[in-house]
């Protein structure tokens, strides 16, 4: 008889947004004339940039033709995009990246899940709490977290780093040593973020003890502060120890086209073992290359129309969480984030616990967040909005919460 993957029974519960997704479809079923304004999931509701339209139809054109058809994408991505991205996302800054330590994928969220495969099962963790579930749910299924406490709803291998109003959400270096160590800054869910000097100090903690970090930028389109580094690779030393996650479903609102990637300096080694090649090998194993046409819309946003409409884009959508955040604290909310990213964290009011919350805010204003409880146990009690709905939706939103 075949035997399962044990460690996936250990996963409690449903996965958050599929939870979110069930609930506000039970109530849409019993309530059809309710309009409900959705700012829980964070998924763009601008249309593609024409720029990137217009690179999409020159690639499919492309396609129809013999001499211009393409096949199977290289492994690592086409060259036009990596050195699109080396130029752009790094070069740009001062970071030397090169184009074979680019890896295009389908997006951020697969890379995130799947990078954990290269690090040993006995590899210890440490995440933000609150945290995006995908980093621990991945190494649950992969038995690197040992037994979940319902009770805490922690797991007893992972080292929790709490981010609360006390520490201004800034995650503080671990008691206990990590190996591989998870960033995503600007934050999601809390849209707060950390300095350049505060990041270096992280880049130097993991070169001191010999700990990888991960480090997911997927929001770094939305920085606004001078002093925020908008990639890890702008510290010293970085290249030895981090590994940088980047996606195009927020900066270019590629939620429904699919495509990102992952950043791994040759420098980063175990041992004599270089991860650069190790996830090669992984990475043109399981995965057989993103679309032509996708890469070809991806190397749009990188040209002069692409970063003009993609700025107004990045505009529109800070101009809600604007909107929000001096909503909700004209409502009396305690707010934190919406600055540097296109997430708000609120207090849930009267110590409301975070699922609570939602189902009062859906059945009192038909509005739809996320619960910070899903985030992780130092999430309880807090409460996520996004700020890619539409204007006019978040303006609603917005008068609705008031009249509560």
């Not at 139809?57 to 492309?62: M, R, S, W």
């Not at 096949?71 to 086409?78: E, H």
């Not at 990078?115 to 991945?138: G, L, M, R, T």
């Not at 609120?346 to 859906?362: E, G, N, R």
Request: glycine fraction near 8%; proline fraction near 5%; charge should be negative.
């Amino acid at each position: 008889m075949f035997k399962i993957n044990d460690n996936y029974q250990k996963l409690p519960g449903s996965y958050l947004f599929s939870t979110i997704a069930k609930k506000v479809s039970a109530y849409s079923a019993a309530n059809p004339d309710k309009q409900i304004i959705r700012l829980g999931i964070g998924d763009v509701t601008q249309p593609i940039a024409p720029a990137i339209i217009d690179a999409m139809h020159k690639a499919v054109d492309e396609m129809g033709h013999a001499e211009t058809f393409h096949g199977y994408a290289p492994d690592l991505g086409y060259d036009f995009l990596r050195n699109a991205i080396v130029a752009n996302d790094y070069k740009a800054r001062g970071c030397d990246i090169s184009a074979d330590e680019v890896f295009v994928s389908d997006g951020a969220k697969s890379d995130s899940g799947n990078i954990q495969e290269i690090f040993a099962q006995d590899n210890k963790i440490a995440v933000c709490d609150p945290v995006y579930p995908v980093y621990v749910d991945s190494n649950v299924m992969a038995g690197r977290t040992g037994t979940y406490d319902a009770d805490t709803q922690m797991w007893s291998d992972v080292i929790y780093m709490p981010c609360t109003s006390d520490n201004n959400f800034v995650p503080e270096l671990p008691k206990e040593t990590p190996d591989v160590i998870y960033l995503c800054l600007p934050n999601n869910p809390t849209g707060t973020t950390i300095t350049k000097s505060q990041l270096q100090e992280w880049v130097d903690y993991a070169n001191k003890v010999g700990a990888v970090i991960i480090y997911d930028a997927a929001y770094e389109a939305y920085i606004s502060e001078d002093d925020v580094a908008h990639s890890i690779y702008e510290c010293e030393g970085a290249k030895t120890c981090a590994i940088e996650l980047r996606s195009f479903s927020k900066n270019a609102g590629f939620t429904g086209v699919r495509l990102g990637f992952t950043v791994v300096p040759k420098e980063l080694k175990c041992g004599d073992v270089s991860l650069n090649a190790m996830w090669a090998r992984r990475h043109g194993t399981k995965f057989n290359g993103a679309p032509y046409i996708v890469q070809r819309a991806g190397e749009a946003v990188y040209s002069d129309a692409g970063k003009a409409q993609l700025k107004e884009q990045v505009g529109y959508y800070m101009k809600n969480a604007k909107a929000i955040k001096e909503g909700l604290t004209k409502a009396g909310y305690t707010v934190f984030g919406g600055v540097n990213a296109p997430y708000i964290w609120l207090k849930t009011p009267d110590q409301m616990s975070s699922w609570d919350f939602f189902d009062y805010l859906l059945e009192n204003a038909n509005v739809v967040g996320t619960p910070g409880s899903g985030f992780g146990p130092s999430g309880e009690g807090y409460f996520r909005l996004t700020a890619f709905g539409t204007y006019e939706n978040t303006l609603a939103a917005m008068e609705r919460i008031q009249t509560l």
